[in-house]
């Protein structure tokens, strides 16, 4: 699939400091440490009702990973799916009487806008599910060689307890495996299955539903195997960061891992699982299933400055669940323009320890709240005082792109 482009991010003075990043399966910050080539991971959006602020918030996260590893030298090696076939979109194709392909191909068009005009910077490679069916076949094809596979009623299923190792992404008990997995798409009390945790890998045809032909036979992918199959193909094995949503963790993360592991028979999948938290509205989480949604698309055509929206998520940090507020966007606003009136001056303080507070603070686990005060403090101080130094201006300008992605 294209991704999508943005303008060039500048370059800055000498280098960042490197990154660390809370890791769920530890429990812990612990230090990234890429080769020269980074490795990440980021699931995508399964397309229709996109883009969503809890959308934005997640990609914007992962983002500000991708722009510290480059500022720290490495090279990003950015991978994300597009999730175009699979029950829920199926079941809109369904409800709205649409072609899902069409619902699919417009709503990650949409996406693609979106991503630019919140200065997301693209994957190298963006990947869909039906682009990877003969991938996912083949990699269960190799773990039905191992004997991690059996047929429930001619759907395919992975033994997720063959894996030594499942369990250890999220840390849950298995009642609540249990409940997670029946909330976000499991089927844990199908009859026939061996664990009720184990998880779909190939659903034979369904009436009136779309199906490939594979050496599997006629059917399509389970949703866990689409991302293992997907990293695989084209970050390999140990990537440096799986990352998503919070409401990933459990089971798409964990089973997703645990496929790898088995097809590989290497461990662990990934170095770090970075979650990022979830943003409400209306008093919920904001869901397709509830429809409490607030679109990037409707703000922007309203007139809002997407570096508005922008900034309106870096003022929390990235793990935390909150909610959106207009009272937040207006913060937002006003904050970009204190910003913009600052680098509009011809001089101002100096910015070297603003630059080097924000390296700071980001290298440890994304502290965006604190990287906006730094250059809060900068703007006030060249707004009132002012100053002399006739670079800081641009250099202020350069980090908040580079480094926030938010364009002044
Ligand atoms: N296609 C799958 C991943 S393979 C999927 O979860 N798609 S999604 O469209 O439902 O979500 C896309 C991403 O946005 C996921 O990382 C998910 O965790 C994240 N996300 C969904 N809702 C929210 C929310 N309210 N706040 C923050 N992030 C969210
Ligand atoms: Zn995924």
Redesign the pocket.
Known sequence: MDSWVVPSRPDLPGTGAPLRLFDTASAQIRPTAPGPVARIY??????YD?T????A???VAFDLINRAWIDAGHEVHYVQ???DI?DPLLERAVATGQDWRAIADRETALFRQDMAALNVLPPRNYIGAVESIPSVAQYVERLQARGDVYAVDGDLYFRVRSDPHFGSVANLDVETMLRLFAERGGDPDRPGKEDPLDSLVWQSERPNEPAWDTPLGHGRPG?HI??AAIALDFLGMTIDVQ??????VFP?HEMGASEAQRITSEYPFARHYV??????WQGH????SRGNLVFVSTLRHEGVDPMAIRMALLAHHYRSDWAWTPHGLEGATERLARWRAAVALPSGPSADTTLARVREVLADDLRTPSALDAIDSWAHAALTTGGDDRQAPDLISRMSDALLGVRL
Not at 52 to 55: L, M, N
Not at 243 to 248: A, R, T
Not at 275 to 280: N, P, Q
């Open positions: 980021v699931c995508g959006i399964t397309p996109a969503h602020i809890g959308h918030n997640t990609y799916n597009v999730t699979d949703w689409e991302c990352g998503g949503g919070s409401d990933l798409h979650h990022s938290g979830m943003v409400g989480k904001m869901s397709k």
